[in-house]
């Protein structure tokens, strides 16, 4: 597989060249083109028997915030594209997976067909930190593309460091995390910052730029009754 990643970083677009049927897992309706001869399967965004499928298929819609299905392109014999892109305007990044991330809802874009991605339980504090219940873990080795909303920026944790809720993108699973009041009660109900994350250990973490839930906060006003 080789790629590569356009308009960076306020309208990604990541391009895919695939070998002979060669295949890439993509979340469903991020494609934006693909070559003639490529052809798609859409299934279910689980794994199991059917009645298991289904439930976990709409859990990670409900809980996840991802679609209820995946899409894979399968490139014909002469290889194939395909164009893809997330629905926010932001920035993609390519991560070459051995072992497993952690994944904030809805950032999953595309992956290698050896990569499984599932829904992880967080506990109450994800639940309290305004990111769902539930987070997504991919484990597997292959190439991994993760979006957000606005830019990505990496950095390297030795220590602890916080980090607001709705700016997390994603983060190794040699980390922890803990959901906390920004300061005292007074600052975390009228300073406009909430809830936070203190993230405590060695390894890398992903933030966004921008945040959906203050974007969706500013808009309400503006929308008809």
């Known amino acids: 597989m080789e790629f590569g990643i356009r308009y960076r970083p306020s309208y990604s677009l990541l391009g895919v060249k695939l070998a002979p049927n ?20 859409t299934h279910l965004n689980a794994t199991g028997g059917l009645l298991k499928s289904i439930a976990v298929a709409i859990g990670r819609k409900v809980m996840g915030g991802e679609t209820m299905f995946v899409n894979t392109f399968t490139a014909g014999p002469n290889g194939g594209q395909v ?31 050896a990569i499984t991605v599932k829904l992880k339980f967080g506990g109450l504090k994800t639940m309290l930190g305004g990111e769902g219940l539930f987070l997504l873990s991919a484990t597997g080795a292959g190439d991994l593309f993760i979006n957000a909303y606005g830019g990505i920026r990496e950095l390297d944790l030795n220590g602890s460091f916080i980090v607001d809720t709705g700016h997390i993108v994603a983060f190794e699973d040699s980390l922890t995390f803990n959901v906390k009041k920004v300061g005292s009660w007074k600052s975390t109900l009228f300073s406009g910052e909430g809830l936070v994350c203190e993230f405590s250990g060695k390894g890398k973490l992903w933030i966004q730029t921008r945040n959906l839930s203050a974007l969706v906060a500013w808009l309400r006003p503006m929308l008809p009754a």
């Open 83 to 113: 164009m893809i892109a997330p629905s926010l305007n932001g920035d993609i990044i390519h991560f070459p997976l051995n072992g497993s991330l952690l994944i904030q809802a809805s950032s999953f874009l595309a992956a290698s067909p």
């Open 22 to 41: 060669e295949q890439v897992l993509v979340e469903a309706g991020s494609m934006v083109s693909m070559s003639h001869d490529t052809q798609i399967d």
